[in-house]
C-alpha cells in the first residue's frame, strides 16, 4: 500500500498576520511615561514683551543670582529668611501701604454680593462675568460659613521668582520649598484654630470633609507664584 504523503502547510500569510498583530498592539497598548518633576527653570526669552504692570506693594520679590545669592525686595537675605517673609507678605497691619491690600470679608458683604450677581447673571446669562464672580462670592460665604470673617488678600498679589540664568536648580527648589513652608504654616495655625486639627492630617487626605476643610484654608492663604523673566544679576 503506497504511503500518503503529507501536505505541506502554507505559511504564505504568517507574514501578513503576524504584522496586522504588530500594528494591532501599538494602537492599542498605552505607553507609560516616567514622572518629571513639573517645576523647571524659566528661559531666556526676547525683551520685546513688556511685564504687566503691577503694584510694587502687590508684590513680594524673590531673586537668586548666579552665584545662588539670595535677594528678598531688594536686599540681600538668605534662604532660611524667605519664608518669615512670605508670612509677612500674607499677614499684616490692614493699613498697611507697603504690602498687598486686606479686605475684611464678613457674612453681610457676601450677602449682598451674591444677591447682587445672581440677578445679573440670570438677566446676562451669556456673559460668563457675571457667573464666575458669583461662583467667587460663593466660595468666600462657604469660608465664612466655616471660619468666620476673615481677610482677603489681594487677587493681584503675587510672590515672583526671578533667577540668573545660572541659578543652580537646587536653589530654585529650596526657594519654591521656604515660600511653600509659610503658606503652609499659615494654613496650618488657621486649621488648628478653626478646625482643632493638624493641617497634614488633611492635606492629603481623600475625605470629602476634609478635603472641603482644605479647600477653605487655600482660599484664605492661596498659593501664588510667579516665575519672572530670568536676567544676568550681579554677582
Not at 495655625?189 to 492629603?204: R, W
Amino acid at each position: 500500500m503506497a504511503k500518503r504523503e503529507l501536505e505541506e502547510i502554507n505559511a504564505g500569510s504568517m507574514a501578513d498576520i503576524a504584522f496586522l498583530l504588530l500594528i494591532f498592539f501599538l494602537v492599542t497598548t498605552t505607553m507609560n511615561f516616567p514622572k518629571v518633576l513639573e517645576e523647571r527653570l524659566p528661559q531666556k526669552i526676547d525683551d520685546v514683551i513688556d511685564p504687566p504692570l503691577v503694584k510694587k506693594e502687590n508684590v513680594l520679590e524673590i531673586l537668586a543670582n548666579k552665584n545662588d545669592q539670595i535677594l528678598i525686595e531688594g536686599n540681600r537675605g538668605e534662604i532660611e529668611d524667605i519664608k518669615d517673609k512670605v508670612i509677612e507678605f500674607y499677614v499684616h497691619d490692614i493699613n498697611s501701604t507697603v504690602w498687598p491690600k486686606l479686605t475684611p470679608i464678613n457674612e453681610s458683604m457676601a450677602n449682598q454680593y451674591i444677591e447682587k450677581f445672581k440677578v445679573l447673571s440670570a438677566q446676562y446669562p451669556e456673559d460668563n462675568r457675571y457667573a464666575d464672580t458669583l461662583n467667587r462670592w460663593e466660595i468666600k460665604k462657604g469660608v465664612i460659613d466655616a471660619i468666620g470673617t476673615y481677610n482677603e488678600i489681594s487677587d493681584k498679589a503675587m510672590i515672583t521668582i526671578q533667577l540668573d540664568n545660572a541659578t543652580s536648580f537646587k536653589t530654585y527648589v529650596s526657594v519654591l520649598n521656604e515660600i511653600m513652608a509659610g503658606i503652609n504654616e499659615l494654613r496650618a495655625e488657621l486649621c488648628l484654630a478653626k478646625f482643632g486639627i493638624p493641617y497634614n492630617k488633611i492635606e492629603k487626605s481623600k475625605v470629602p470633609e476634609d478635603q472641603a476643610k482644605v479647600k477653605i484654608l487655600r482660599a484664605v492663604y492661596p498659593k501664588r507664584i510667579m516665575k519672572a523673566k530670568s536676567k544676568n544679576s550681579q554677582g
